[in-house]
């Protein structure tokens, strides 16, 4: 094994190792790292084999195959609180539900260090949120892309964050997510069901995958239609993972408008409407998708309760522009 600067190189793998999962030979062959820790470096989009993409832990080695690990820059220390302003929906003594909006990142995270929710958190609850997420993470039970909008609820003490965790393992917190896409989902109702993990290509993206990767269910409803052009859409989402609307809306052919990742707006075709309409189209900065609705069942009074926000302007302006409010 060897390590330049933040990359490890395993050794060949040999007769002895072949068979053997990758997790498990890297944690053997790299005394540095664990087996968790690998794992981790995995899903990151982290591990790599002549230039391709390790997704899977579960994947067997095989004879000759040498396996470069990665390791992301080191981040900061403890969050400072930062006096930002917050749009705060619902508070307790328990928790906090916030309408985040686009642009803020949700914690802390090579190349942004400041200007997060966690920092704006930190000022406004005081020592007041729960450390089960540790000290990047402080209060943080589930999160939403930097680029889109919508409703997050945070813990304000360790048997909130239990409570809600639970929840979102189980799959019983009601998420409801608006998307303008490009076109028309064929059907206009439906579900989607793909396992989502790391893209082969691309560690910056997700991908639906054959193999490996976590399960993921996403149903949607069509709203509202701007002819071919463009669709309103509802997603519901029975699990959570990483990019998943945006995967799963991708793969039935409706890409997400101002997507920067997913689609190149010059290869989308869009016909039907004005010049200038489709340049604005083209041009929107940011993924159109806002976390719309968020219900779960309160970690104390056992009530459910269930909080709904309004689109913010960016996306205001597109549903009119292309006739969907």
Do not use: W
């Amino acid at each position: 094994m060897e390590f330049d600067s933040n990359i490890f190189t395993s050794s060949e793998v040999d007769d002895c190792s072949a068979g053997t999962r990758v997790d498990k030979f890297l944690a053997q062959n790299i005394s540095e790292l664990s087996r968790s820790q690998v794992q981790r470096l995995i899903e990151q989009g982290m591990v790599s084999c002549e230039d391709r993409l390790i997704s899977d832990c579960a994947y067997k080695v095989r004879k000759g195959e040498e396996f470069q690990v990665e390791l992301p820059p080191l981040e900061e220390a403890n969050p400072e609180p930062e006096d930002i302003p917050l749009n705060i929906i619902y508070e307790d003594e328990d928790l906090i539900v916030v309408n985040k909006p686009a642009g803020m990142t949700v914690h802390p995270a090579p190349g942004a260090h400041s200007g997060t929710l966690v920092n704006a958190l930190l000022f406004h609850c005081k020592d007041n949120l729960s450390g089960i997420g540790g000290v990047k993470r402080p209060g943080i039970v589930h999160r939403i892309d930097k680029d889109t909008s919508g409703l997050l609820v945070v813990a304000k003490n360790d048997l909130a964050h239990r409570g809600l965790a639970e929840q979102f393992a189980e799959h019983s917190i009601e998420r409801t997510y608006h998307a303008v896409v490009y076109g028309v989902p064929n059907p206009l109702q439906g579900k989607i069901e793909g396992n989502i993990g790391r893209s082969r290509y691309d560690r910056k993206k997700m991908a639906i995958v054959q193999m490996g990767g976590k399960r993921a269910v996403t149903n949607y409803k069509t709203l509202k239609l701007c002819g071919n052009t463009a669709a309103l859409v509802q997603c519901n989402l029975e699990t959570g993972r990483t990019h998943q609307i945006r995967v799963h809306l991708s793969s039935i052919g409706c890409n997400l408008i101002g997507d920067q990742l997913y689609v190149k707006s010059s290869k989308t075709s869009i016909s039907g409407v004005s010049q200038e309409l489709k340049t604005f189209i083209n041009r929107f900065p940011r993924q159109a998708l806002h976390a719309k609705s968020l219900g779960f069942m309160h970690p104390r009074t056992k009530d459910f309760i269930q909080f709904d926000s309004s689109y913010p302007a960016d996306i205001e302006e597109l549903l009119a522009r292309l006739n969907l409010s």
